[in-house]
């Protein structure tokens, strides 16, 4: 990414969402390769028990995460977290509603990205060398099993 040098092109933005810029600084506070990033991406939904669901199994990985939850995140609700669960993980997590994804991949505390598989987000995990999972239950269509098979490696040789 970032490979054209024409500053004119930088005030150019594609996001759907305002960015939230200080989970930069927070990842500055990090060592290298500690991170998980989670972001689902600009459309997917799921309901008020997944996210809930979702944010438990974050909680129990006892890994730190940098975690997008959009406004709309949750269908038809507000995406609320249990007050347990801000209290188990609020050492080790930041949590907004977007931020600048290429700078935060590019980001050297970034140690993996778990996302929805859909394209952008896998070009930009792979330009960056940062390992990605996939969220298969956010696949939406056959392009995004494609997606996901692909980042699955060599199938052959990896079975």
Not at 19 to 43: A, H, Q, R
Request: hydrophobic fraction near 40%.
């Amino acid at each position: 990414m970032n490979q054209i040098d024409d500053d004119s092109l930088k005030s150019m933005g594609s996001n759907l969402w305002k960015e939230d810029l200080e989970c930069l600084g927070w990842l500055n506070s990090k060592k290298p390769n500690s991170v998980v990033y989670v972001n689902i991406g600009s459309v997917t939904v799921m309901t008020p028990t997944q996210l809930v669901k979702f944010a438990w199994g974050l909680a129990n990985s006892s890994q730190t995460f940098l975690w997008i939850i959009r406004p709309d995140l949750v269908a038809g609700g507000a995406a609320l977290l249990p007050s347990e669960f801000v209290a188990a993980t609020k050492e080790r997590t930041f949590i907004t509603s977007w931020c600048p994804q290429e700078q935060v991949l590019a980001h050297p505390s970034i140690g993996g990205f778990l996302t929805h598989c859909r394209w952008n987000s896998t070009i930009e995990s792979v330009s960056n060398g940062v390992p990605h999972g996939y969220l298969a239950i956010f696949c939406r269509a056959t392009d995004e099993l494609l997606d996901l098979l692909l980042g699955m490696g060599d199938w052959e040789g990896d079975r």
